[in-house]
């Protein structure tokens, strides 16, 4: 079951195709858009992820931040 914070998440990663989300960016996001969650977000994507509706895809770079995207399922949610 999704909760209120993670269909924000959601929306949010929706939002724009553009960016690599990353934990970092989504939360900074979030904190300027005054969503709750923040602080919280790699558990809140983790569970979406196991939910099957948000991917985490492997950035390949040295920060080690993978990034986050909306999973096809989740399209249909």
């Given at each position: ?58 950035s ?16 249909s949610?």
């Amino acid at each position: 079951m999704v909760n209120h914070t993670e269909l924000n998440i959601l929306k949010l990663l929706a939002s724009r195709d553009d960016v690599n989300w990353t934990w970092y960016n989504l939360d900074r996001a979030m904190s300027i858009k005054k969503m709750d969650g923040i602080d919280n977000v790699a558990r809140l994507v983790e569970n979406l992820s196991k939910a099957g509706l948000v991917d985490i895809v492997p950035s390949g770079t040295s920060s080690g931040m993978d990034y986050y995207c909306v999973s096809a399922q989740a399209t249909s949610y």
